[in-house]
Nanobody
Framework: QVQLVESGGGLVQAGSSLRLSCAAS????????IAWFRQAPGKEREGVSY????????YHADSVKGRFTISRDNSKKVVYLQMNDLKPDDTAVYYC??????????????????WGQGTQVTVSS
């Protein structure tokens, strides 16, 4: 069955870096756009980044642009989110998700049918 498993979260100080990984199995990952979302307590789920399947075009939300970088290794069926210069506002549960888009991907979470269980990122000030 389809599985997405996130790892790499943790507790870090502001200014630190973390690299999240999303390991995919049970489906042809290289046919899907893979995205990272996050959700902080009491807040709505927020789209962070996505990477397309064919041309690997990426998108990063304004809140993380210049600090976060998404990448994928289709041979290993893994997508990464490199997070640098972390801020307390980045504290959230981070989820990876897979979606199939014919034209342009979106950051609307309801359009992604496959989800991981999430990994906690906590940034202390």
């Amino acid at each position: 069955q389809v599985q997405l498993v996130e790892s790499g979260g943790g507790l870090v100080q502001a200014g630190s870096s973390l690299r999240l990984s999303c390991a995919a199995s049970g489906f042809t990952m290289d046919a899907y756009t893979i995205a990272w979302f996050r959700q902080a307590p009491g807040k709505e789920r927020e789209g962070v980044s996505y990477i397309k399947n064919i041309d690997e075009k990426t998108y990063h939300a304004d809140s993380v642009k210049g600090r976060f970088t998404i990448s994928r290794d289709n041979s290993k069926k893994v997508v990464y989110l490199q997070m640098n210069d972390l801020k307390p506002d980045d504290t959230a549960v981070y989820y990876c998700a897979a979606g199939y888009f014919i034209v342009s991907p979106t950051m609307r979470w309801r359009e992604y049918p496959y989800w991981g269980q999430g990994t906690q990122v906590t940034v202390s000030s």
